[in-house]
């Protein structure tokens, strides 16, 4: 290990480690605009000079780009390098606008503090200063080009890091400009971190604009919880009310950056609409009396038709806390549930997942990052997990290669393989490629029940056979890889395809490779849900037992079934036979006009708690605000109300687990610490594997992981490993499936009126070869029939897709649930050109 001294510090690093890293190690922090650990060094911008006394470098030089070497002696307060470093803060500052007090930059500018730490305080250059004109970049970027010092940072991210196009580096000389070739909505959903990267104010956050500098703010650690991987974050608050969001270091998950789903899908928290008082049949009452009728209610219905004839539905969004508190009712009281799964077929993908994730295989997503080969089965990530995208970019520029088996139209800012076909086929493809991988001595060493299941799969298909040329190539990069990392996602595919996933992992790590297994899931804390949700009924089968009169009432925490039951008829139908309907939430549901009682809950922001994210790490959110209603709805901009209260307005919404434990009857005058502390500790109690919850104040920031491996018996190995078979195709038959975007889809985000200026308009993929049999033209616009309703729908056209299937999203504007299961089977005669005049 090089051995070096800095400013008469002496330090041992890493090879390979910059000088300016080892300085800050140190605790040293040398200047810098253009350097940035993800981006890496480029010189450009030459305050990060130092002087080298001793070593292979003499001089002043560019920490940046200097690896640090044994014998080096480095100053960074020479007084040589100090006057270097002056002079180029005021080659920068030639042209700077001086417009600090209206720059939303001001306050956490590098260029103003290494302004201000140079001591340059006087323009000696008289001359006219250069401008731009600046660009209309989006709804969230807002550009200002005259503050510009041509660090690259945004180019660097944009083009290099993330793989966009759209904006770079035009012109030459003092004329650099960073922008698009013409003004426009940023291609990249991750736009949003130029306004972290950029070291002035030329990228700034448009939603937070004016509203504050950063010493205004409460700055909290918190979670994203928009979609599984649960990226760190850092969220800004004033009067009551978060103001921005933005990405926080993680190094285990999401690095420097976040995706802008999750940077800007945070406006839930202070919607006008977001419902904050307790209601009985829609009218507004107290906390007491509305806990109190809920509890009669359903103590009445259990004494009458017994404790089953009341049903809990939870949430993947619920924090663990949440989760676990009705996890406790439902046995308490022996209710049904809590349920999280709309099918059977969810339900066996997620705790397929959760207990095929044991720690030799479970990676985060700085180890898919180092993969040299990533098979990505029945995955989308830019549309089910943004930031999965930034991880494969950086494993394919450092040479990974990426395949798709998916039917979707797979759309990434780098080449890869795709193989395209319809989710029935998928686990057929998956076992083929499987048999051509592993070698004959794995094979020996297979048990009986596996080499049978082995032998079985077919040498031979029409499909295997039409991708032959494409399949031997993966397959024969699989066996020359060393690293890799198996992405398996648990929405389109079949219930045997997480499993035979998690098993081609195994036989490859059993050839000597490094293998990882990385599951998507869907949502937040999806992960937790599986492990305490044990052998309760799907939401499909509460529902039939409704229907017949079994079940008479339901609870419904965190849970909106309007956005995501496939068949929206029968839900209303069915929820009108119940005697009681009672729901929490902290959102705007469609389910609080049918509720008899609601109770208003409180957000991540409010509440805190843990989440478990889809590698099985347990995460911490802290508490950021003690919710109320913010000032900013009921001030129009002008100061608050001068009148004091005894309580925040609005503040009666409580944390769902508070709920949960007052609606048990337990003692609710217990402090909310003290009612959580409970609530954990029954849930290690319950499950060893929570065993590992460190206390609150020693909780490390990246989380800890869990893997309960078998520990979750739900169905046999044996039983799920089934040869695939296909069924038979006909050319009349088509197959839908519905489907997340990365805008439009995802129940938080949606809410965010800024998010949903970038939305996509609601259109059905279709591969040029179907569309060309039904006569169907790009734009077109379709009625889809389906037994239990129609969708009307513009028509995307694409090769880049399975023939024979449908891909329709799951768009807040678009009603999808009238076509009765998120997966189904139509005839082309079921699909009809109709004109826009024409009612469906």
């Known amino acids: 290990m090089p051995k070096l001294i800095i400013d008469?510090?002496?330090?041992?690093?890493?090879?390979?480690?910059?000088?300016?890293?080892?300085?800050?190690?140190?605790?040293?922090?040398?200047?810098?605009?253009?350097?940035?650990?993800?981006?890496?060094s480029v010189g450009a911008c030459r305050v990060c000079a130092v002087k080298f006394l001793q070593g292979p470098f003499k001089g002043v030089q560019m920490s940046c780009m200097i690896d640090a070497k044994d014998g080096m002696v480095v100053s960074t307060t020479d007084e040589e390098a100090v006057d270097f470093r002056k002079y180029v803060i005021e080659w920068l500052m030639l042209h700077h606008p001086h417009d600090c007090p209206v720059c939303d930059e001001g306050g956490h500018c590098l260029l103003q503090d290494m302004t201000v730490a140079g001591g340059h305080g006087l323009r000696r250059y008289q001359g006219k200063k250069r401008t731009h004109h600046?660009?209309?970049?989006?709804?969230?970027?807002?550009?200002?080009?005259?503050?510009?010092?041509?660090?690259?940072?945004?180019?660097?991210?944009?083009?290099?890091?993330?793989?966009?196009?759209?904006?770079?580096?035009?012109?030459?000389?003092?004329?650099?400009?960073?922008?698009?070739?013409?003004?426009?909505?940023?291609?990249?959903?991750?736009?949003?971190?130029?306004?972290?990267?950029?070291?002035?104010?030329?990228?700034?956050?448009?939603?937070?604009?004016?509203?504050?500098?950063?010493?205004?703010y409460e700055r909290t650690p918190s979670l994203c919880i928009n979609c599984s991987l649960g990226c760190h974050t850092v969220v800004s608050t004033r009067y009551r009310e978060i103001v921005r969001q933005e990405a926080r270091f993680s190094e285990a998950v999401n690095g420097h950056f976040i995706c802008d789903r999750g940077r800007y899908g945070f406006f839930y928290a202070s919607q006008e609409k977001r419902p904050r008082y307790a209601q009985i049949n829609g009218n507004e009452v107290s906390w007491e009396k509305s806990i109190q009728t809920a509890r009669d209610q359903l103590n009445r219905i259990s004494q009458e038709s017994g404790p089953g004839a009341v049903a809990s539905v939870g949430s993947v969004r619920s924090s663990l806390e949440t989760q676990a508190a009705l996890s406790r009712l439902c046995q308490k009281k022996g209710w049904q549930g809590p349920v999280y799964w709309i099918d059977h077929g969810q339900e066996m993908n997620v705790k397929t997942a959760a207990a095929e994730l044991a720690d030799e295989l479970a990676v985060s997503l700085r180890d898919v990052e180092q993969a040299d080969y990533i098979l990505a089965v029945g995955a989308d990530p830019v549309n089910e997990a943004p930031m999965l995208v930034l991880a494969l970019r950086q494993a394919q520029r450092m040479g990974a290669k990426v395949c798709f088996l998916d039917p979707r139209p797979i759309g990434l800012p780098f080449s890869f393989q795709h193989i395209s076909v319809a989710p029935q086929a998928m686990d057929l493809i998956l076992a083929h490629l499987l048999k051509e991988t592993i070698d004959q001595d794995t094979i020996k060493g297979l048990e009986p029940h596996e080499k049978k299941i082995f032998d079985a799969i077919p040498n031979n298909s029409h499909l295997v056979s039409s991708n032959q040329k494409l399949l031997n190539a993966v397959a024969n990069d699989i066996r020359l890889s060393q690293r890799l990392v198996i992405v398996c996602g648990t929405d389109v595919v079949s219930e045997t395809i997480p499993e035979r996933a998690a098993y081609f992992a195994r036989l490859l790590a059993k050839m000597g490779k490094q293998v990882g297994l990385f599951y998507l899931l869907p949502g937040a804390n999806a992960f937790g849900a599986a492990l305490l949700s044990d052998d309760a009924p799907t939401f499909g089968r509460i529902l039939d037992e409704i229907e017949a009169g079994l079940v008479r009432a339901l609870v419904l925490v965190e849970n909106d079934p309007y956005g995501y039951y496939p068949?929206?008829?029968?839900?209303?139908?069915?929820?009108?036979?119940?005697?009681?309907?009672?729901?929490?939430?902290?959102?705007?549901?469609?389910?609080?006009?049918?509720?008899?009682?609601?109770?208003?809950?409180?957000?991540?922001?409010?509440?805190?708690?843990?989440?478990?994210?889809?590698?099985?790490?347990?995460?911490?959110?802290?508490?950021?605000?003690?919710?109320?209603?913010?000032?900013s709805q009921f001030s129009n901009g002008n100061h608050p109300p001068r009148s004091f209260r005894n309580q925040i307005p609005g503040k009666e919404a409580q944390p769902a687990w508070q709920a949960l434990i007052e609606l048990a009857n337990e003692n609710s005058a217990t402090p909310k610490q003290g009612v959580r502390a409970d609530i954990l500790a029954w849930l290690v109690k319950t499950h060893p594997l929570f065993s590992k919850l460190p206390p609150d104040n020693a909780f490390p920031s990246d989380g800890i992981r869990i893997n309960p491996g078998k520990d979750i018996h739900f169905r046999s190995a044996a039983d799920r490993l089934v040869v695939p078979t296909l069924a038979s195709e006909s050319a009349d038959q088509m197959e839908l499936i519905t489907v997340d975007w990365t805008f439009g889809t995802e129940e938080l985000s949606t809410r965010s009126p800024h998010l949903r200026k970038m939305e996509s308009k609601p259109c059905v993929f279709m591969h040029s070869n179907d569309a060309a049999q039904l006569d169907i033209s790009e734009g077109d616009k379709v009625a889809v029939r389906s037994d239990t309703g129609i969708v009307s729908i513009h028509v995307t056209i694409t090769d880049n897709m399975a023939p024979g299937v449908l891909i329709i999203p799951r768009h807040q504007r678009l009603d999808w649930q009238h076509l009765g299961a998120s997966k189904i089977t139509v005839s082309k005669d079921q699909i009809r050109k109709i004109r826009e005049e024409e009612p469906c």
């Open 134 to 216: 600046d660009q209309h970049l989006g709804p969230l970027v807002q550009h200002e080009m005259n503050r510009c010092i041509q660090c690259y940072r945004c180019s660097r991210f944009y083009q290099k890091f993330s793989g966009y196009r759209d904006l770079g580096v035009l012109q030459i000389g003092e004329r650099v400009y960073f922008g698009r070739y013409q003004a426009g909505t940023l291609e990249s959903p991750f736009s949003g971190n130029l306004i972290d990267i950029c070291p002035t104010g030329v990228y700034t956050d448009k939603p937070s604009r004016f509203i504050g500098r950063r010493w205004d």
């Open 567 to 631: 068949d929206r008829p029968r839900l209303e139908r069915v929820l009108q036979q119940l005697d009681l309907l009672l729901v929490m939430d902290y959102l705007d549901v469609r389910t609080i006009q049918d509720a008899d009682v609601f109770l208003p809950t409180l957000t991540l922001y409010e509440a805190g708690g843990f989440f478990v994210n889809q590698e099985g790490r347990i995460q911490k959110a802290s508490i950021a605000y003690q919710g109320g209603h913010p000032i």
């Open 8 to 40: 008469n510090q002496e330090i041992d690093v890493q090879p390979g480690t910059k000088v300016i890293d080892a300085a800050e190690q140190l605790g040293i922090m040398i200047p810098r605009f253009c350097y940035h650990p993800a981006l890496g």
